[in-house]
């Protein structure tokens, strides 16, 4: 269970990062490619996470 707790710490912190990122840019970039392209791993890393949290629940019942 540890390392399903160390990995959503992680996937949190880069979450966290890639949102601050992807909004600063969204405010100061005019290039919608990176905003896309921030926007789709943002979406991937949090289906990670989701997923990741589904098998630490499943591990706790």
Known sequence: MEDL???LLSLDKH???IRDILNEISITEEEE???LM???FLD???VTYM???H???K???
């Open 38 to 40: 921030l926007s789709e």
């Open 59 to 61: 591990e706790l019942s």
């Open 44 to 46: 991937e890393l949090i």
């Open 15 to 17: 979450i966290s990062e």
């Open 33 to 35: 490619d990176a905003r």
């Open 51 to 53: 997923k990741t949290l």
């Open 55 to 57: 098998e630490k629940n």
């Open 5 to 7: 707790d160390k990995k």
